[in-house]
């Protein structure tokens, strides 16, 4: 109980003073994944021989009294996250053997301070999806419900955490798919400023938006993993050379003063009540703890899920023109090259997938670039203008992070439309290249986790963290029936 719920900081204390070993610890993760994962589905691959190599390379560091934060702590990473030597199929068919030859940014970065990997977690096809539904393999389950969804893309992650099946995962965002299922399962997921990890090695869904970031228990435990994986990149020219800080140096200091702004628009009719009012009395205690509360509009929200749905295909339909079945990926067959390449990619993409495919093409082709794709790119201006007019009278923004809580599996996927106005809270962020965090704040009348989001300046995931930490210090966690197995 105690070692399965204890922080990152608590398992490094625990390791450096031999309390236990990092293999011992490794193999606590996968005696659970072996006991409650046929059930949840939130790994595609489980690394265990390798993890108990990667322990046993960790011990010697510790003994070596030269641990970093990292060294020998068991994480799980998300199966579009490249692995060197370790399949990794983005749970599509298209991948489902796919070796890559080398090692993404983010895990080298890890590797260097001697992590523990657990094993590559489900997520939707391509990061396609808001449920982890559209996996064509390890369809992911809810740990407060099995037949509700975890949300996604990256549900297996958030599950895996939620579950204590991994104690800290990696996860990537490109329209909420951090923060939403961390709010679906419990936990907290924090999507950075865009730039401030480096994408090389993540395989692209949307190339402006996406962005690879952690989910764990707690905003310090992710501060703790984005010390470790933030900053520039010569394989990443998007990435920013901006400094690295310690993204955990203003965790207990006081927000006595803290402007907290809250945009109407985000508390409209289109979110659930339950969601609505549990949210603001988060709010509420924010201002008990001393913050200020600042009423705003942003206007532009009407129109984002229809601005990011395009930029998004549009982004989506070129980077998976590369697969085609002739250099990697499942190959069809066909008597020409054209049949084969049809069948291909007929056979190796899911519905979803497909779906947008179509729309990023519609939305570039001839007679339809000026009429939807670059309309939308006028509309990110204006997102990111009035989000800028929000932080010149506020510090920090607070949002529902998703309008509902997690609903039964099978209630949106069969309607695209539904599962795409889900993202409404979410999308601006990416947008915007904002970084942003999601944390529990509640459960509705069903047990079932509701999540609140604040929303930073560019480069802002320090005061993220410190406003998350202060109201996580008095937030009650409801347990989930594998949190204390």
């Known amino acids: 109980m105690e070692l399965i719920n204890a922080s990152l900081k608590t398992l490094r204390t625990m390791l450096d003073n031999k309390e236990i070993s990092a293999r011992e610890l490794a193999k606590e993760y996968y005696d659970r994944i072996k006991k409650y994962d046929p059930e949840l589905e939130s790994y595609i691959t489980v690394t265990d021989e390798q993890a108990l190599s990667d322990a046993d390379e960790a011990q010697k560091r510790i003994d070596e009294k030269n641990a970093a934060p990292l060294t020998g702590i068991p994480l799980a990473i998300k199966d ?23 090692n993404a940014t983010v895990i080298e970065k890890l590797k260097g301070q001697n992590y523990v990997l657990l094993g590559k977690t489900s997520m939707d096809e391509f990061a396609m999806g ?40 990696l996860g990537s965002d490109t329209g909420g798919s951090i923060r939403q299922p961390a709010s679906f399962c419990g936990v907290t997921g924090l999507k950075p400023t865009y730039g401030r990890v480096s994408r ?39 990435s920013s050379p901006a400094p690295v800080e310690d993204y955990t140096a203003l965790i207990g200091q006081d927000i006595k ?27 509420k205690e924010y201002e008990r703890l001393g913050a200020e509360l600042v009423q705003c509009n942003m206007s532009s929200l009407k129109y984002a899920v229809a601005a990011y749905y395009l930029i998004s ?19 069809g067959e066909g008597k020409s090259f054209d049949e084969m390449i049809r069948d291909s990619r007929s056979k190796g993409f899911g519905a979803e997938v497909k779906r ?21 790119l006028a509309l990110k201006q204006l997102i990111i203008k009035e989000y800028n007019d ?19 599996i099978g209630e949106q996927e069969s309607d695209p439309v539904k599962m795409y106005l889900a993202d409404i809270c979410t999308v601006t962020v990416n947008i915007a290249s904002l970084p942003a965090i999601s944390l529990p ?45």
Not at 257 to 271: R, V, W
Not at 390 to 408: E, R, S
């Open 130 to 169: 808001g449920s982890t539904q559209t996996a064509a393999f390890s369809k992911t389950k809810n740990p407060y419900d099995i037949t509700r969804v975890p949300g996604g893309s990256s549900g297996g992650s958030a599950c895996a955490v939620g579950a204590k099946l991994a104690p800290a995962a």
């Open 257 to 283: 003063g803290l402007k907290i702004a809250l945009p109407a628009e985000f508390y409209s009719d289109s979110t659930d009540d339950e969601v609505k009012s549990t949210v603001l009395s988060a709010a």
């Open 313 to 331: 295909g549009a982004e989506a339909a070129s980077n998976l023109s590369r697969f085609d079945g002739i250099k990697y990926g499942l190959r």
């Open 200 to 238: 090389y090695g993540l395989i692209a869904f949307a190339s402006s938006l996406d962005q690879i970031g952690p989910i764990a228990n707690s905003a310090e435990d992710c501060g703790i993993l984005l010390n470790a994986i933030a900053g520039a990149d010569a394989h990443d020219a998007t």
């Open 80 to 102: 579009n996250i490249c692995t060197d030597g370790i399949r990794t199929t983005c749970a599509s068919r298209m991948l489902e053997n796919f070796v890559p030859p080398y």
């Open 356 to 376: 947008r495919i179509l729309l990023g093409n519609y939305a570039l082709s001839s007679g339809y670039y000026d009429a939807y794709y670059r309309k939308a």
């Open 390 to 408: 929000i932080f010149d009278k506020a510090d920090v923004i607070l949002t529902p992070t998703a309008p509902t809580a997690a609903y039964k």
């Open 441 to 485: 704040c509640g459960y509705n009348a069903d047990g079932m986790p509701i999540g609140m989001s604040l929303v930073g300046k560019r480069f802002g995931e320090a005061v993220l963290i410190q406003t998350a930490d202060a109201y996580q210090r008095g937030f009650k966690y409801e347990p989930n029936k594998y949190t204390g197995a």
